[in-house]
């Protein structure tokens, strides 16, 4: 299956979900559903892309305050730009997080800070935090992230957002919806998961795009890995190579995030309407809005 990315200018791993096939024959329509990375440096001539060739009439910006003060997006006449932060956690450390584990979040913020963010007095902080747990002895990039996508399965206040962006996708009353965070790969890759298998998309076809994802953020990731491990440090190619797992789209984040409902909720169906209370008029009015 082919999945399409928007060639924007400045705005990362943007793409259309127009196309993706439901389990019944159904197909996702073109210019109604977009996910993406930052926008916060998005040109002139993305914004007339997005009003005039897409359509957009809502933008849902899923990333914490701190981000959002960091890297703010620009202001889009004509489109309701709604903050709807997956977690609150930023870099205060209040979060959603136990205390035990909110090292594990923070640590990932401030890596997909230095991502996507202009340049900062808090970048290089960033920076060193960053380095510092990847060139830990017993770091483990893989057990890392797929410790992060568990997390999120459980928490009430991920299961409150996740609510409201099914909430404000059921009421689009015409145009394209686009939600994003600052990798495009996280946070909005959970949200596109769950809401592609509402409607009706199967699994595997969702891991597919998942990893489609990696394919889009390539050139972010390069740039943070120089950023992280530049070629004068010792072991630099190595730390690279660890780094790159954390930033890629693996399957199997995704794929412990299917597995982590399923093994509290039995099955996705149940998650979507115990936890995220998503029912059967729900469902049908997301199919009805973007499938055809």
Not at 121 to 142: G, N
Request: proline fraction near 2%; charged fraction near 30%.
């Amino acid at each position: 299956m082919s999945f399409e990315r928007i060639p924007f200018e400045g705005i990362l791993n943007a793409r259309d979900l127009a196309g993706i096939e439901t389990a019944d024959g159904h197909k996702i329509k073109k210019r109604k559903l977009i996910k993406s990375g930052s926008i916060c440096n998005a040109t002139a001539e993305d914004l007339r892309k997005l009003r005039e060739d897409y359509k957009v009439k809502v933008i849902v910006d899923l990333r914490t305050k701190a981000e959002k003060d960091l890297m703010r997006d620009p202001c889009i006449p004509g489109v309701s730009q709604i903050w709807n932060p997956l977690f609150m956690s930023d870099t205060q450390g209040l979060g959603i997080f136990k205390a035990d584990s909110t090292d594990v979040l923070l640590n990932h913020l401030k890596s997909i800070f230095v991502v996507s963010s202009r340049e900062d007095c808090s970048t290089e902080t960033a920076v060193e935090l960053v380095r510092q747990m990847i060139r830990q002895s017993d770091f483990d990039p893989s057990a890392y992230m797929a410790r992060i996508y568990q997390k999120f399965v459980n928490n009430q206040v991920v299961q409150k957002q996740l609510k409201q962006f099914f909430k404000l996708l059921a009421n689009n009353r015409g145009g394209a919806v686009m939600w994003h965070c600052s990798a495009g790969k996280d946070r909005v890759g959970m949200c596109t998961a769950l809401l592609l298998y509402a409607l009706g998309v199967s699994k595997d076809t969702i891991i597919e795009d998942y990893r489609a994802s990696a394919e889009s953020s390539e050139d972010a990731v390069d740039y943070l890995l120089e950023k992280l491990f530049p070629a004068d440090m010792e072991g630099y190619m190595a730390y690279r190579c660890l780094g790159k797992e954390i930033f890629s789209s693996k399957t199997c984040y995704i794929e412990s995030f299917f597995d982590a409902i399923e093994r509290d909720y039995v099955s996705i169906d149940n998650y979507l309407q115990k936890a995220i209370e998503i029912h059967v008029d729900n469902i049908v009015r997301l199919k009805t809005l973007y499938l055809k």
